[in-house]
């Protein structure tokens, strides 16, 4: 399928790049026009199974696809800034900024395809989809997807059964940010394998949790669907305990969908979770 390799320049000087595609048919059974999807940690805009077979449906739906890099990126990258070159990838990149990384790409999308937009994020980027629009009023999209966000939360990870590697991990990336070695790149285990610098982890996974989306959610004024796999807790302390905090929290916009034998990456459970998404984004255009 012939795709458009594409590039945006963020507000905030830093040149990302993207794929769009646009619908063989023009007739739109959904109530956006395009959809941009946001990888999640250490991923980039063409490796994902995951979003080639979720970007397939959007097409037959009439929807275009937009999948794009943030500033996080793969592992490591080196950004093209207008300040010059820039570290920059999973490793060191600050969550907040992804801000301005959606912001640049939500108005590429508007302008190549219709005012109609909206978001699909899996893991970090359905995070980083969340935090952009609770936290840049700016921001306009008509529909949200976020595809098993991890609950970042320090003090739940320090009760979970992890809870003391987690914390000696975040321990040795505080004392080496006050020891003024913050860049110093750590290879952690908990929340996930990655390596990290230690301002990162600190900054990611702090007690402050700033990118805990459960307090968050409330400001996202669009509808949400967010999804989670039924078995994906069994494997990472994120996802523990999230299905039910998110009931309890009774979001006017949000609906929550578990999707069964579906783990992180919804290996065994495309079919469902695909079927879901039409069926929620079709009852949304009735």
Not at 159 to 170: H, I, K
Not at 205 to 229: A, Q, W
Request: net charge negative; with cysteine.
């Amino acid at each position: 399928m012939l795709v458009d390799l594409v590039q945006t320049t963020t507000r905030d000087g830093v040149r990302l790049d993207g794929m769009l595609q646009t619908p063989a048919q023009s007739t739109r059974t959904w109530p956006v026009d395009g959809l941009c999807f946001v990888h999640g940690t250490g991923g980039n805009f063409y490796a994902s199974s995951l979003f080639d077979a979720i970007g397939e449906r959007c097409l037959q739906r009439g929807c275009a696809v937009l999948r794009v890099n943030t500033r996080g990126h793969d592992g490591i990258s080196n950004a093209v800034t207008s300040k010059g070159g820039r570290r920059l990838g999973a490793a060191y990149e600050i969550v907040d900024d992804c801000r301005h990384d959606l912001a640049a790409w939500i108005d590429f999308l508007k302008e190549r395809v219709g005012p109609r937009v909206g978001l699909v994020g899996h893991s970090l980027g359905a995070v980083k989809s969340l935090y952009a629009l609770a936290h840049d009023t700016s921001l306009h999209v008509e529909r949200v997807i976020a595809i098993s966000p991890p609950r970042l939360s320090y003090a739940w990870f320090c009760e979970s059964p992890e809870g003391q590697q987690f914390l000696g991990t975040y321990q040795r990336a505080e004392a080496l940010v006050e020891a003024g070695q913050p860049t110093t790149l750590m290879d952690v285990q908990l929340p996930l394998p990655i390596a990290i610098t230690a301002a990162g982890y600190v900054e990611k996974y702090g007690p402050d949790e700033r990118y805990n989306y459960l307090p968050f959610m409330r400001s996202v004024r669009v509808p949400t669907l967010l999804t989670l796999g039924a078995i994906e807790a069994e494997h990472n302390m994120a996802f523990r305990g999230a299905a039910e905090m998110l009931r309890e929290s009774q979001h006017r916009t949000l609906t929550l969908a578990t999707i069964a034998d579906a783990d992180h990456f919804y290996s065994k459970a495309r079919p469902a979770l695909i079927a879901r998404l039409d069926e929620w984004l079709t009852e949304a255009d009735a």
